[in-house]
C-alpha cells in the first residue's frame, strides 16, 4: 500500500494535535472494524474555528486525515467549515487506497460532530 508524500508529511508531522482543555465542541468517532478512533475538539470565536486539536488512534492515515482535516477548517465560518467532506480531504492529501478511504469519512464526521456538540452546549 503506496502513500502519497502529503500523506507521510501529515502523518509524520501532524498538525494540530492535542487536545483543547476547555473547548466549546468535542467530537468522537470511531471504526469498529478497523479499530480507528479520532477526538476532535474545537474552539470557537465570532462564529469562527479560533483553534482545532485531534487526538487520533489509528493507522498512518487515520492520523493524516485527521491532521489535514484541521488544517481545511481552522481559522474559517461555522457555515464555510460545514462544507468539508471527506473527497476534499482525500483531494488534499493528494489520494489515499481505497481500502483507507473510511479514514476520510471519520474525519469529516469527527469535526462535524464536535460542531454539532458546540451547537448543543451553546443552546437555543
Known amino acids: 500500500m503506496a502513500y502519497t508524500r502529503e500523506v507521510m508529511d501529515h502523518f509524520l508531522n501532524p498538525r494540530n494535535s492535542g487536545e483543547i482543555e476547555d473547548a466549546d465542541g468535542i467530537g ?5 472494524r478497523c479499530g480507528d478512533v479520532m477526538k476532535i475538539y474545537i474552539k470557537v470565536e ?39 467532506n471527506n473527497r476534499d480531504v482525500v483531494s488534499a492529501l493528494g489520494g489515499l487506497p481505497d481500502i483507507k478511504l473510511h479514514c476520510s469519512l471519520l474525519a469529516e464526521q469527527a469535526f462535524k460532530s464536535a460542531v454539532f456538540d458546540y451547537y448543543k452546549r451553546r443552546g437555543p
Open 28 to 32: 468522537e468517532v470511531g471504526n469498529p
Open 46 to 84: 465570532s462564529g469562527r474555528i479560533s483553534d482545532i486539536k485531534f487526538k487520533t488512534f489509528g493507522c498512518a492515515a487515520a492520523i493524516a486525515t485527521s491532521s489535514v482535516a484541521t488544517e481545511m477548517v481552522k481559522g474559517k465560518s461555522l457555515e464555510e467549515a460545514l462544507k468539508l
